[in-house]
């Protein structure tokens, strides 16, 4: 590999990693003005015009502070732990098709490949409440690792559905499959149950039980401060912005238009994928407005016993469906 090409690979990584920093910002900003309006009180209104430049000062307040590091604590893998989980986070966008040619590698298995990212992405979170050497952190570690563990499963399967329906396991090919229809109208069930399930696998509300803030204070990353918790809140935020990427990719037709309408090609195919990937992030917040938290007992029921048969059922009835109209390649 030659420099020009090294060059080359470091530039495209950040116009990747850039746009994906500032969203991961202004998201954060857009949660807390969306909450506070919700509940009728006031946002951040003080830093900036409007607020707006609220998440940098956050983000400098925790650069400038202390890392402590806790003294029984393993040093070692306590670092390496929220950079993993960071560097993880990132990996998922190289496949990730913004637009008909805006895509950092259009590879035929890319499916596969978020598949392999989103299973490494557990072991960040079992090395950091391993090493804190807290019981609170390794109670949230457990809880966390058998959350991901379980709505992975379902994800999978519904997903496989998608493929089935594609004919392919590139993003791209799955995208341009629904030019004439997005798969949310005739695989509405599976496209809730996705919903949900990247709720779970994200931690968010009401499935954040890992971190349960009444009583487990922060979950697997209690122990951490200044930028090590950063980079695991980072890192949080750049997963829940990616599972809304990826819904408007399987269900919502990524950058094209509704129903193949010629007029709506005037907008660019990013707009449209960046107006989906918004509709998403505020029905999060709007979740975790709306609804009270589960309990744990409830969390691994509705995953193992409700969202696994319905999602292998599907499974079934779609291969059934293709096959007998002869519709399977």
Do not use: H
């Amino acid at each position: 590999m030659t420099l020009f090409q090294i060059i080359i690979t470091i530039l495209k990584s950040l116009i990747i990693i850039v746009p994906v920093l500032i969203a991961v910002a202004f998201f954060t900003l857009l949660e807390r003005k969306i909450m506070a309006g919700i509940q009728r009180r006031r946002g951040p209104n003080v830093v900036g015009l409007l607020g707006v430049l609220q998440p940098f000062a956050d983000g400098l307040k925790l650069l400038i502070k202390e890392t402590i590091i806790p003294s029984k604590a393993n040093k070692v893998i306590f670092i390496i732990a929220p950079i993993l989980t960071l560097f993880l986070s990132f990996l998922n966008y190289t496949v990730l098709p913004f637009s008909a040619y805006n895509v950092f590698a259009d590879i035929n298995v890319g499916i596969l490949y978020i598949f392999a990212i989103s299973s490494l992405s557990v072991y960040g979170i079992i090395m950091s409440g391993w090493s804190s050497n807290s019981r609170y952190a390794f109670l949230g570690t457990l809880r966390s690792t058998a959350q991901m563990v379980s709505y992975e499963v379902s994800i999978g399967l519904i997903i496989i559905n998608v493929l089935i329906c594609a004919n392919s396991l590139n993003l791209t090919k799955i995208v341009e499959a629904q030019t004439y229809i997005w798969y949310f109208i005739p695989l509405f069930p599976l496209f809730l149950l996705f919903y949900i399930s990247a709720l779970a696998e994200t931690n968010r509300p009401p499935f954040d039980l890992p971190e349960a803030e009444a009583e487990l204070v922060a979950g697997y990353f209690v122990e951490y401060s200044a930028m090590t918790f950063a980079q695991f809140f980072l890192g949080e935020n750049i997963n829940i912005i990616f599972m809304c990427a990826l819904l408007t990719t399987l269900f919502f037709g990524g950058w094209l238009p509704f129903l193949n309408i010629e007029i709506l090609y005037l907008i660019p195919g990013i707009i449209w994928f960046i107006i989906k990937l918004l509709f998403f992030l505020f029905s999060f917040v709007w979740v975790r407005v709306t609804f009270p938290r589960y309990r744990y007992d409830q969390l691994m029921r509705l995953g193992w016993k409700i969202f696994l048969p319905l999602s292998l059922a599907w499974v079934v009835f779609v291969s059934s469906v293709l096959i007998s109209f002869n519709l399977l390649a």
